[in-house]
Every structure is written in C-alpha cells, then in structure tokens.
C-alpha cells in the first residue's frame, strides 16, 4: 500500500509560479509518480511524471517548458514546480502512484491517488 499527501497548492496571479508536493509513504520502493489535474468539468489529465530513479520524466505538451517534475527519495517526496501560470493552468492537481518503472502518461497504469490540491490562477 502507498499513501499520497499533496501540499502547496493556493491562489497565484497569471504569470507568477507556484511549487506542489507529493509526500509518499508504505510501500515506495520502486515506483513511478506522476502529476494529474482535473479543471471544473473537465475530465482529469495527465501532466507530468518521473521514474523511480529521477532519471526519466515525461510531461504534457501543454505544460513542457513551464512545468519541472522532479524527486527526493530519500524524503519519498515527489514535486512540481510551476511557472509562468495561465488562468487555465487552475484545477485540482493530483499526485498518482504507479508500480510500473517506465513514467507514463496513462491514469490507467497508476494504482494510488492523494486527495489533491487546489491552484488556483487569477488575471
């Protein structure tokens, strides 16, 4: 079994930057995490994710560039830095936990999800 905890979400002005956090606990050892984000009537979407080793990440077309995924292991803690936000980077963002190695951008290949964190981008 593995717990998620988001943390760090909030409100942000249009360009400004924001950092999530994704703290893992239970079983860790050798997984991938990744970054989802649902907006009001949306269907969730994938955003970004890091293999076990922090070597090997993927990102969304939509966020390459803007976005870094990377991870702490020895904190099992798993982070998102955002940049250069737009009103439609607003959503709840979900952190996922997969035991697949290879990152992927599939909610299908991951087994456990955090509650999620609210950001939130004014203009």
């Known amino acids: 079994q593995v717990q998620l905890v988001e943390s760090g979400g909030g409100t942000v002005e249009e360009g400004g930057a924001l950092r999530v956090s994704c703290a893992a606990s239970?079983?860790?050892?050798?997984?991938?995490m990744g970054w989802f984000r649902q907006a009001p009537g949306k269907e969730r979407e994938f955003v970004a994710a890091?293999?076990?080793?922090?070597?090997?990440?993927t990102y969304a077309d939509s966020v390459k560039g803007r976005f870094t995924i990377s991870k702490e292991y020895a904190k099992k803690t798993v982070y998102l830095q955002i940049s250069s936000l737009k009103p439609e980077d607003t959503a709840v963002y979900y952190c996922?936990?997969?035991?697949?190695?290879?990152?992927?951008?599939?909610?299908?290949?991951?087994?456990?999800w955090g509650q999620g964190t609210q950001v939130t981008v004014s203009s």
């Open positions: 996922a936990a997969s035991s697949i190695r290879t990152p992927s951008s599939q909610r299908s290949d991951y087994d456990y």
């Open positions: 239970g079983s860790t050892f050798l997984i991938t």
């Open positions: 890091i293999n076990w080793s922090g070597i090997s990440t």
